[in-house]
C-alpha cells in the first residue's frame, strides 16, 4: 500500500482520492496523535477557496470533535498564517485544507504541530497507522466530554498585523501589482501592501470556488508579466492558491524565480550580518548558479532533498535561518516556522526600497545556467519502484556521465502528483531539452510496458 502522506500532506482528487471519510479519520488520528494539551485540546483549521474545502473542513471537525478536542475554523488563509497562528493562540496542533498550486478538483489536507512546524515523517506514520488500524473498540468521549466547533472572527486581521510586523521599511513610492491566484490570500495580501504604502493594482483576487490557480499565480505568470510592462510598475507578485510561495516579475516583465529571490535575500541578510552562518539552505532542485552566486558572496550553499519541510529540518537542525526552493517557498526561520509567500515579499520589496535599486538590477546577483525540466507520467503505485528499472537506470547514468563537469542530471518523483520529473542543467538549451524530453518520454514507455 503507497504512503498515505506525501511530501506536503495527504493530496488528491477532492470527493475521489481524498473522500469525506478520509478527512474524518485523519481529524480522528490527528486529534489523538497531536491533542497533547491536558485541559481540552484545541485544534485550528483553515482552508483555502477551492469548492472542495468546506465540505472536507466539515469531515474534518467531526473527527476532531468525535475525540474531545475543540475545533477552532479560521476561514479562508494562506497555510503560514495557519502555522503562525497556532502559535499565537498556543494551539495543539493546525490543519491546512488546501491543494496549494494544483487546480480546483484537487485538495489536501496538511498538519502543523504546536509550534507551527509541519509534522516529521514519525508523526505522519504514526497518524497513519491509526488510521489503518481502524476503530480499536474504545468508546468515544459522550455528553460534555464530546468537541465542538468555533469560528474565530479576527484570525485574518491578526495575521495581516503579524506580517506588517515583519516589515523593515514602509513601501511608499513602490507601484505593485499583485496576482492572487484566486486563492487563500485574495483578501489578504492587498491589504498588506496598501497598508506597507504601497500602490497596489491586485489581480486574480475575486475567487469563486472554481477558478483558483487558473491561468494565474505563480505557477502561471505570463498574464502578471505584461501586467508589470502595461502599468509601468516597479514588481509583480505571484502566489499560489494557499499562498506559500512567491514568484516575483521585475520592473521589465522578466521573471525572477525562487532561487534569484533566495539570492537577493541571502546576499543582503549577509551585509547586515542577520544570515546565520552565513548559510542559505536549498534543495537539490535550486540552479546551480545559485551555488555559484553564493560563492562568489561567501555563502555556504547547503541541499537537502526536494520539499520545503526537508529544508526546515536542515535549518533547525544546525542553526540556519534562511532557506527554500526554486518554486518560491522562501523560509525566514526569524519570521515563521514555514514557507510563507507574502513574508517573502514582503522581504523583497523592503530589500528593493532600502537599497534604491531596481528589482532587475538586485537579480543580476545570480545567472541563471540553462536548465530543462520535463514531466513523466508515473503511476502512482510504481512511484517507488521505476527508480529500479535497469534500462531507465542506465539512461540516467549515460546523462549524468555526459553533463559530469559542466552541468548535472535529476530526476525525482513528485510527492502530490502521479508525476517523475527529469531535469538536467547544462550549457546548451536545446541540447538539455532534448535529452530531457527524450528520457522523459523513455521513462512512460516503460512504465506502459510494465503495465502491460
Not at 178 to 206: K, R
Not at 357 to 368: F, G, N, Y
Not at 374 to 393: L, M, N, Q, S, Y
Request: glycine share 10%; aromatic share 4%.
Amino acid at each position: 500500500m503507497a504512503r498515505l502522506f506525501g511530501t506536503d500532506g495527504v493530496r488528491g482528487i477532492a470527493n475521489g482520492d481524498l473522500t469525506c471519510d478520509l478527512a474524518f479519520k485523519l481529524g480522528q488520528a490527528g486529534a489523538r496523535v497531536l491533542a497533547s494539551s491536558v485541559h481540552r485540546p484545541t485544534i485550528l483549521i483553515g482552508r483555502d477557496t477551492r469548492i472542495s474545502g468546506e465540505m472536507l473542513e466539515a469531515a474534518m471537525v467531526a473527527g476532531i470533535c468525535s475525540q474531545g478536542s475543540r475545533a477552532v475554523l479560521l476561514g479562508v488563509l494562506p497555510t503560514p498564517g495557519i502555522a503562525y497562528l497556532t502559535r499565537l493562540y498556543e494551539a495543539d496542533a493546525g490543519v491546512v485544507i488546501s491543494a496549494s498550486h494544483n487546480t480546483v478538483e484537487y485538495n489536501g489536507i496538511k498538519f502543523f504541530d504546536k509550534n507551527g512546524h509541519k509534522l516529521p515523517d514519525a508523526l505522519e506514520d504514526e497518524i497513519e497507522a491509526l488510521i489503518s488500524q481502524g476503530p480499536n473498540g474504545a468508546p468515544g468521549p459522550t455528553g460534555r466530554a464530546v468537541g465542538r466547533p468555533v469560528r474565530q472572527m479576527n484570525a485574518g486581521r491578526q495575521y495581516v498585523e503579524f506580517l506588517k510586523g515583519t516589515a523593515a521599511c514602509r513601501l511608499d513610492g513602490l507601484h505593485i501589482v499583485l496576482d492572487c491566484a484566486h486563492g487563500a490570500a485574495s483578501q489578504v495580501a492587498p491589504l498588506v501592501f496598501t497598508e506597507l504604502g504601497a500602490q497596489v493594482s491586485a489581480f486574480y483576487h475575486e475567487p469563486d470556488g472554481t477558478n483558483i490557480n487558473e491561468n494565474c499565480g505563480s505557477t502561471d505568470p505570463a498574464r502578471l508579466q505584461e501586467l508589470v510592462s502595461e502599468l509601468g510598475a516597479d514588481a509583480g507578485l505571484a502566489l499560489d492558491g494557499d499562498a506559500d510561495r512567491l514568484i516575483a516579475v521585475d520592473e521589465r516583465g522578466q521573471l525572477v524565480d525562487g532561487d534569484h529571490i533566495m539570492a537577493i535575500c541571502a546576499v543582503h541578510l549577509k551585509k547586515e550580518g542577520k544570515l546565520a552562518r552565513n548559510t542559505l539552505v536549498a534543495t537539490v532542485m535550486s540552479n546551480m548558479g545559485l551555488e555559484i552566486a553564493m560563492k562568489e558572496n561567501g555563502i555556504t550553499l547547503a541541499r537537502t532533498k526536494v520539499g520545503d519541510r526537508y529544508v526546515l529540518e536542515k535549518m533547525l537542525a544546525d542553526g540556519f535561518t534562511l532557506g527554500g526552493e526554486q518554486s518560491g517557498h522562501v523560509i525566514f526561520l526569524h519570521h515563521n516556522t514555514t514557507g510563507d509567500g507574502l513574508i517573502t515579499a514582503i522581504q523583497l520589496m523592503c530589500i528593493m526600497a532600502q537599497a534604491k535599486e531596481s528589482l532587475s538590477r538586485l537579480a543580476r546577483v545570480m545567472k541563471h545556467m540553462p536548465q530543462a525540466t520535463v514531466t513523466a507520467r508515473v503511476p502512482d503505485h510504481r512511484k517507488d519502484a521505476f527508480g529500479h528499472d535497469e534500462e531507465i537506470g542506465a539512461r540516467v547514468k549515460a546523462l549524468e556521465a555526459k553533463y559530469k563537469n559542466h552541468g548535472r542530471t535529476l530526476i525525482r518523483v513528485s510527492g502530490t502528483e502521479p508525476l517523475a520529473r527529469v531535469m538536467i542543467e547544462g550549457p546548451d538549451q536545446r541540447e538539455i531539452e532534448q535529452d530531457a524530453y527524450e528520457l522523459a518520454q523513455f521513462i512512460e514507455r516503460r512504465m506502459r510496458e510494465e503495465r502491460g
